[in-house]
């Protein structure tokens, strides 16, 4: 009798136009947890086991918050979302071809990230962070290190507006390029506008960060780091090329102990200010009509190529 009933109210809903509860609801706050289960609701008294489960049933622009030191998995981010540690480390392991966290969102979507650390286990292609689509990346109080490819990619492939904000970061002993920021497309308009401060980008095979323009049809890429440091990379400290408008400015940094330490090309420009270029094997590198020019008041010392000075900026 009571299945009978049941059926008659489900059809009697579904009549009336009232969808059917799903197979779980979602909340604006989850939780997960090393003792949760994927099974439960992602409440606080009923976490979840990995970050993918959990973004899945939290509201866009809800937040995923960590209960205890773990590893919850690798995760791809569809929607606007928080996910927060401040308990401890919360960490992805990533090997074998894969990427830590990709993020596949909305064009109006925001992401927060803080507190997580991606580390890559040393076998196989792995990326650590990987953008693809979004309106706005926030990270901070985060580790992205040892992936046998890059730690960070910032690569919108369709034109559009994107935002990229990091702070209080490391991205280190990664096989690629530390920092990459890469939008690229055949055709369209592409606006990027990054900040990072207090990033330290150490120790990675390729460049600590590098930002190239020279993909897309038109662009407007700016990129400033503060108070940040690129040091021991294999090939340059900073990087940027790229065409129109693309420009990267370093305030108040370091870069030293790099194969080159500043390096621009195309038609990019590269400023730098209350900085220290040391201990590089190359200073810096100026390719085709990019232009590398100095506020004046940094300190280049020590480099094996004799400590060439930059150009200065013009006073006004």
Same mark, same amino acid.
């Not at 059917?20 to 008294?45: E, I, L």
């Not at 590089?280 to 008041?297: C, E, H, L, P």
């Given at each position: ?12 809903? #579904? ?8 197979? +779980? ?14 099974? *439960? ?27 205890? @030191? ?12 928080? /996910? ?25 979507? +925001?992401?927060?990230?803080?507190? /997580? ?10 990326? !650590? #962070?990987?953008?693809?689509? !979004? ?17 960070? @990619? ?5 034109? =559009? ?7 209080? @970061? ?5 096989? $690629? /390029? =530390? ?27 390729? &460049? ?24 021991? *990379? ?24 790099? $194969? &080159? ?5 195309? %038609?990019?420009?590269?400023? /730098?200010?209350?900085?220290?270029? &040391?201990?590089? %094997? ?35």
């Amino acid at each position: 009798m009571t299945s009978f009933h049941s059926s008659l109210l489900l059809a009697g809903l #579904l009549a009336l136009g009232v969808p059917a509860a799903p197979a +779980y609801a979602q909340s604006a706050r989850t939780f997960v947890s090393s003792g949760g289960n994927d099974s *439960n609701d992602c409440s606080r008294f009923s976490p979840c086991r990995t970050f993918q489960v959990a973004h899945d049933k939290t509201f866009d622009q809800g937040e995923v918050s960590v209960l205890d @030191t773990g590893g919850y998995g690798a995760l791809t981010i569809t929607k606007s979302i928080s /996910i927060v540690s401040e308990v401890g480390e919360a960490s992805i392991l990533v090997s074998g071809g894969a990427t830590g966290i990709t993020i596949n969102a909305g064009p109006a979507a +925001y992401v927060n990230l803080r507190g /997580i650390t991606i580390q890559g286990i040393g076998f196989g292609s792995s990326d !650590g #962070l990987v953008f693809q689509s !979004g309106f706005a990346l926030t990270m901070e109080n985060c580790v992205v290190r040892n992936h046998t490819h890059h730690g960070i @990619t910032f690569t919108p492939p369709n034109a =559009g507006t994107y935002n990229l904000a990091i702070s209080n @970061t490391l991205v280190a002993d990664n096989g $690629g /390029i =530390g920092i990459f920021v890469l939008p690229k497309g055949s055709s369209g308009s592409f606006i990027v506008r990054a900040a990072l401060s207090r990033v330290e980008s150490y120790h990675n095979s390729n &460049t600590g960060l590098w930002v190239d323009g020279s993909n897309t049809a038109t662009n407007t890429i700016r990129v400033t780091a503060a108070d940040s440091v690129f040091a021991n *990379n294999l090939t340059f400290g900073v990087a940027a090329e790229g065409f129109f408008e693309t420009d990267v400015a370093l305030v108040r940094s370091v870069v030293a102990n790099n $194969g &080159t330490g500043l390096v621009a090309g195309f %038609t990019a420009t590269l400023s /730098i200010g209350q900085s220290a270029v &040391t201990g590089n %094997t190359k200073t810096w590198d100026r390719q085709g009509s990019a232009v590398i020019q100095s506020f004046g008041d940094n300190y280049i010392v020590n480099n094996a190529d004799g400590d060439p000075a930059l150009p200065t900026i013009p006073k006004k």
